[in-house]
């Protein structure tokens, strides 16, 4: 990986009826979707979401929809729902990012993509915007998205499972991305990986 800091991403394939592991560069896919995700969303969620509440036995406006707590996020979309030329471009680097989904998966033969949820485990209580990770402050939401962002801005589905606690004693998963349009085979890979994993959340009863 070109930052040594990042975890180890894995490709899972199939030999012989048996899981195999390869180590796969998935750099690209990071610096696509940090050009495209979050101005996608923003400007997606403001025409769909006004769309739907138009829509209501009783309407209400985007802007009457927002609590306190997301309103500084949805304020944001707003600004963004008339900027219709950024849009297209946006999704013409979205297109990029689905495109090299699609060669990171036929060029090595990949059934899945496994790396873990998060590349931090739960933040301290109290840290709000920022934490400190990696030996200094990094913003809390883009890293703990960075590792499930590029397939779902993608459209690839997605499965974490538990896989033990971190250093602090809280829980810790595995994300695993799968093809676009095949969620049985994902569903079935998962199960698998879950198996030989053996671990159960502590946080279930």
């Known amino acids: 990986m070109a930052n040594a800091k990042l975890p180890l991403h894995w490709g899972l394939g199939e030999a012989n009826g048996e899981i195999e592991l390869v180590e796969v560069d998935t750099d690209q896919l990071h610096e ?39 309103r500084e ?47 931090i485990s739960a933040v301290p209580f109290g840290d709000e915007a920022m934490t400190t990770a990696f030996g200094e402050q990094v913003a809390i939401f883009g890293t703990v998205i960075r590792n499930t ?9 997605a499965m974490t499972i538990p896989a033990g606690g971190g250093c602090a004693g809280l829980p810790v998963g595995v994300s695993i991305d799968g093809r676009r349009g095949q969620d049985d085979a994902l569903f079935a890979l998962a199960a698998e990986v879950d198996a030989r994993i053996g671990v159960r959340s502590p946080l279930l009863p």
């Open 32 to 70: 696509l979707d940090v050009a495209c995700g979050i101005g996608v969303v923003l400007y997606e969620s403001v025409r769909d979401l006004s769309a739907c509440l138009a829509a209501l036995p009783s309407p209400i406006t985007f802007e009457q929809a927002t609590s306190e707590d997301v």
């Open 73 to 119: 996020l949805f304020s944001m979309a707003w600004q963004q729902r008339n900027n219709r030329d950024q849009y297209r471009e946006l999704m013409a680097v979205h297109q990029q990012l689905r495109g090299q989904w699609d060669r990171l998966f036929a060029d090595n033969r990949l059934t899945g993509l496994l790396r873990p949820t998060a590349p």
């Open 149 to 157: 962002g590029p397939g779902s801005t993608a459209g690839h589905p």
